[in-house]
Each structure stands twice: as structure tokens, then as C-alpha cells.
């Protein structure tokens, strides 16, 4: 009787501290911070919060957005996980001074519900093609048609002038600040921070995966969930200053390599650091005319390594390098965060031309350099006669002793030159000395 009774107790508390950890998890509200263009790993970060905010069983995920926009295709893919979620998604655009801008406004508008700060904006999200400069006419139609098509079903449920302004962001790029935003109802609060935004959106009524959701997170704990490792170097690499400076590295470690073969740390940093900035390359609008400057901007450099020409080769490479990275990311229509401004090109451009420009005066330095070893590097070194050196006429130069490097030659010189006296080699011929009296 007693170990039923022990059973049951037991039995009571475990439900009891079951229950008591399903009310701690299911009462947090898990926040996602990021800022910086829409890249592929902010879309992954974005999807792992969501599935672990389920698995924990939180009452909502926030995500703190901050973003330029980006790529159509990896919006389309948030919008996806977000309308796919079983747990509300709430974005909130901050802090004050930040944007939702292009992507972000469509990744706003698919949240189930959204705030922003004061003194934020949302919109122009009119589409531009992969390089960044405009589409043609029937591309642009095409694309902005599909746009406002998936934006009328996202806002269908905030009522008419919310569809109408995310329409226009589109076709029109229309841009508004986030009281605009809220009197046409495409945002359902203005919160100065997070507990305010979940104070204001308490009570509302959502729908999550056709399911209709009332909104209890008033009073609710956040839980911060960053970004992994991985996710955030990847992200990261949306950074033109940063693929820049990746690829200057990355080119310079490989032609190190190719200089100096037997090694491989130059190798593996060079491969690894071209992976990374190709990766990021391929994140942002850049003009692969501009990459293609950069190359022979390095090829020049190596040109003039192997073969000197007094720097004109270097001088080349080095405006053609400052081309390359104008190129690269500032072709028009580039958006602005994807742009690389001349001082940056600048600071760049000239420590790998001042690497090279050292490399080429190392290389003439060891080209000019009087051989140390062998026949050649006796040539020039002092001695001093150990035997007199005697000449006979009519006979080869009669050999004498010479010490030179701290060994005894043989030695033969077209005059007398007496013991004691210092000489210096002119020429070698077999294991005898040519010499002449300093």
C-alpha cells in the first residue's frame, strides 16, 4: 500500500514538473536580432529559429529587423517559412533609423503580425536585376506583376489601403515612415522597444498555418537566439568592403604559393579566402567586368615579379585594380548598400600594390646581388699571397699561394707580387686563381 502510495507521489510530481517546465518554455518569447542586406544564411537563421521557437513551444518568435533588402529568390524563401510556421512570427523593424526596405518590406508584410520603431521606414521594393542595373520593360512587368500578386495575398487580411501601399512599394517604389505605415494598417504598432511591441499586440487575433491565434505575450520574457557561427560569417560576406579585402588577400596568397612553391599555408589561406569572397560575390549585384579588372590587375603584378620593367607593369596594375573594384560593385542601379566607395577601393588597393611593388624590389635586389658560393662568388674576394707569385716569360704565370675565404689556392698573376701582400681574384680558372695586387 505504502509503495503505491510512493508511485503515485512520484507519478504526481513528475506531471507536476512537466507541467511546470511546458509553462516556462511555452512562456518565452524567443528574439531573432539581425541587420545587413537578405542573404541565404539570414534566411537559414531565420528558419532554425522558427523550428526551435516550436520545438520549445514559445508563444511567439520576434525578429529584430534591420535590412537594405535583397535577392528575390531568398525572400520568397523566408516569406515560405514564415507562412509555413506554427508559431506566430512577428517582425519588428528597429531600432530607430532602421529600415525594412525593398525585401524587407515583402519579409515584413509576411510576418503574422508587425511593429516598428519611431522614425523608421519601410518600402521601395521595385525590383532591379542580379548586376543591379534596371530590368527591361517586359522582364520588370513580369517580375513586379508577380510581386504585387504575392504582396496582395500577404496584406489581403489588413484591408484595402494596406494592399494598395504594398502594391505601390512595388510598382512605384513607394517609401513611408512607420506612422504612415500604421494608418494604412500594414503594421499594427509603433513600439519604442521590444516589451512595448508585446504589450500593444496582447490580445490580437492572428492566423498561424490556418489556424486562428490570440496573441498572449504582454508581460512575456525574451529569449535571445543569435546567430551560429557559420551563419554569421556567411552572412557577413554581404559586405563589399569585406569580399574586397577577402579577394585581394585571397589572389596575393596564391601567387605567394606560385612564387614560392613547397608550402601550402599561402595555398590553403589563398583557396580558402577566394572560396569566401566568391561566395560573397555571388550575395551581392556585382559586375563580373570589374572581377575580371581585378585578375589582370594581379596578372600585371606577377608579370612584373618574373620579368622587372622598372614598375611600368605595376603602375598598370594598380589603376587597373582601382578600376576593377569601381567596377565591381557600383555599376548603376546598384543598390547602395552593395556599393564600394572610393576611399574603401583606395585603402585597398594600395597595401596589395605596396605587397607587390616590396615583392618586385626584393626580387631585383636578389637579381643584382654578387653570387656568394661557387666560381662566381670568388670573383671580387681579397686575399692575401701566403707564396710570392713569380712570372717567367715565355712560361705560364707561375703559380703562387693565395689565402682567400680562409683557404689556400693557387694563384697566378701577369706581375710579381711579393708574400704578405693583398690581391684580388679577377677570374678562376680550374683550381687556380687569377689575381691582381690591390
Not at 510512493?6 to 518565452?28: P, R
Not at 498561424?208 to 525574451?222: F, I, K, R, S, Y
Not at 546598384?334 to 588597393?349: E, N, Y
Amino acid at each position: 500500500m505504502r509503495q503505491r502510495a510512493l508511485v503515485v507521489l512520484l507519478f504526481i510530481l513528475c506531471l507536476i514538473a512537466v507541467g511546470q517546465a511546458h509553462a516556462q518554455s511555452s512562456g518565452n518569447v524567443l528574439l531573432l536580432q539581425v541587420e545587413g542586406p537578405v542573404t541565404p544564411a539570414m534566411a537559414e537563421y531565420f528558419a532554425r529559429g522558427i523550428q526551435s521557437a516550436e520545438d520549445q513551444g514559445a508563444t511567439a518568435v520576434v525578429i529584430q529587423l534591420d535590412t537594405p533588402g535583397g535577392a528575390i529568390d531568398t525572400t520568397q524563401e523566408i516569406v515560405q517559412t514564415f507562412r509555413a510556421a506554427t508559431v506566430p512570427v512577428i517582425i519588428y523593424v528597429a531600432p530607430r533609423g532602421a529600415q525594412a526596405a525593398s525585401a524587407g518590406s515583402i519579409i515584413t508584410i509576411a510576418a503574422h503580425a508587425a511593429g516598428m520603431a519611431p522614425e523608421t521606414v519601410i518600402g521601395a521594393a521595385s525590383p532591379v536585376g542580379q548586376d543591379g542595373a534596371e530590368l527591361d520593360a517586359t522582364l520588370f512587368r513580369k517580375v513586379t506583376e508577380d510581386m504585387k500578386a504575392q504582396v496582395r495575398s500577404l496584406a489581403a487580411r489588413r484591408g484595402p489601403e494596406a494592399v494598395a501601399l504594398a502594391e505601390a512599394m512595388i510598382s512605384d517604389a513607394r517609401a513611408v515612415h512607420a506612422e504612415e505605415a500604421l494608418v494604412a494598417g500594414l503594421i499594427d504598432a509603433i513600439a519604442s522597444d521590444v516589451p512595448n511591441l508585446l504589450s500593444q499586440l496582447d490580445g490580437r487575433t492572428v492566423i498561424v498555418n490556418d489556424q486562428t491565434v490570440t496573441l498572449h505575450t504582454a508581460g512575456e520574457t525574451t529569449r535571445p537566439f543569435g546567430m551560429s557561427l557559420v551563419e554569421a560569417i556567411l552572412h557577413a560576406l554581404s559586405n563589399p568592403v569585406l569580399v574586397s579585402i577577402l579577394l585581394a588577400i585571397g589572389v596575393q596568397a596564391i601567387l605567394i604559393e606560385i612564387s614560392h612553391p613547397g608550402g601550402w599555408v599561402a595555398g590553403f589561406v589563398g583557396v580558402v579566402f577566394l572560396a569566401l569572397a566568391l561566395y560573397g560575390l555571388g550575395q551581392l549585384p556585382a559586375n563580373w567586368f570589374g572581377l575580371g579588372l581585378i585578375l589582370v590587375a594581379f596578372v600585371l603584378f606577377l608579370l612584373e615579379v618574373k620579368a622587372p620593367v622598372h614598375g611600368a607593369l605595376a603602375v598598370t596594375g594598380i589603376i587597373t585594380m582601382f578600376a576593377g573594384f569601381m567596377v565591381l560593385f557600383n555599376s548603376p542601379g546598384t543598390p547602395a548598400f552593395a556599393r564600394l566607395s572610393i576611399i574603401s577601393a583606395i585603402l585597398i588597393t594600395l597595401p596589395t600594390a605596396a605587397f607587390f611593388i616590396f615583392l618586385v624590389f626584393m626580387v631585383l635586389r636578389a637579381q643584382r646581388r654578387k653570387p656568394i658560393t661557387g666560381e662566381e662568388g670568388l670573383i671580387g674576394q681579397k686575399g692575401t699571397v701566403r707564396k710570392a707569385i713569380v712570372t717567367r716569360p715565355g712560361v705560364d704565370d707561375y703559380a703562387g699561394m693565395v689565402q682567400v675565404q680562409g683557404e689556400l689556392w693557387r694563384a697566378a698573376a701577369r706581375d710579381r707580387i711579393d708574400e704578405g701582400e693583398e690581391v684580388e681574384v679577377t677570374a678562376v680558372q680550374g683550381f687556380t686563381l687569377q689575381v691582381k695586387r690591390v
